[in-house]
Every structure is written in structure tokens, then in C-alpha cells.
């Protein structure tokens, strides 16, 4: 017997379910350039309002990505029904620190959690410039 898989059919998600699925998750992957090779890192985040906040080590996330293009995704997916939806923010990074006091104890108050060990001490903030998202679902 041959699978078949069911019709499906792309549909665009607006930057208000976006930013929705987004606070609904708290593990992503962020992209940024090292030695102008794309590198991808999974991180623990929450959101400042839009924007993406992660806490990290001293390391490339920290010295390569500081004022720089990167990128962040999220997506979930069932694999038997070969449906999901993944989300892509893509801005400018920037180490939060007490310069901007307001945005410092702000971000200091989130949740962000990471589950590698670590200190983690360099609170990084990813400020969007666009946020798309795409869903896959049974038609």
C-alpha cells in the first residue's frame, strides 16, 4: 500500500500571529555571519515586546553578532501529517547593557531561562526589521 498524503496548501501568517507564536515558545535558533559564513545557534528566548531576548556567554553570539544583520527562527511541525508552520524574524542584534537603563532592568526582568549551563552574563536583544511567517496545513 502507497501513502497519499492529503493536499495541502501554504498559507501566510500576519505579523500579529506571528509575534503570537513567538511568545507562545521559548527555544529558537538564531543566525548570525562569523568569518562571513552563516553559523546557527539554538537559544532560550522571550520577547521585549517584538523583539527577541536571549542571554549568552562571552562567544560569537556575543562579538560577532553585537550590531550586526541576524536572523531568528521558530517553526513546529507534525511530521506523519506533513503539516507545521515556522516563523523568521530578521533584524539587528544588539548586547543590552546599562547604557540604555530603561531597556537594561526591562529585559533584566524576563524569564529568559537558558538551558545550558554557563553563566550567560551578556543579555542579547534582536530588534526586528520584518517578521513572516508561513503555515503548511491539510486542504
Known amino acids: 500500500m502507497t501513502f497519499v498524503p492529503a493536499p495541502r496548501r501554504l498559507e501566510v501568517l500576519d505579523r500579529d500571529e506571528c509575534v503570537r507564536l513567538l511568545a507562545n515558545d521559548e527555544v529558537g535558533r538564531l543566525a548570525v555571519n562569523e568569518f562571513q559564513l552563516p553559523v546557527m545557534f539554538p ?3 522571550r520577547l521585549d515586546g517584538d523583539a527577541i531576548v536571549f542571554r549568552t556567554d562571552a562567544g560569537t553570539k556575543q562579538t560577532r553578532g553585537n550590531w550586526a544583520a541576524a536572523s531568528f527562527e521558530i517553526d513546529h511541525f507534525d511530521r ?6 515556522s516563523v523568521v524574524v530578521k533584524g539587528r542584534l544588539e548586547e543590552v547593557t546599562e547604557v540604555d537603563h530603561d531597556t ?3 529585559v533584566h526582568a524576563l524569564a529568559v531561562d537558558p538551558w545550558g549551563g554557563g553563566d ?4 542579547m536583544r534582536l530588534t526586528p526589521l520584518e517578521i513572516t511567517g508561513r503555515r503548511l496545513v491539510a486542504s
Open 43 to 45: 537559544v532560550n528566548y
Open 104 to 106: 537594561f532592568e526591562r
Open 80 to 85: 506523519a501529517a506533513r503539516v507545521g508552520w
Open 120 to 123: 550567560k552574563a551578556h543579555w
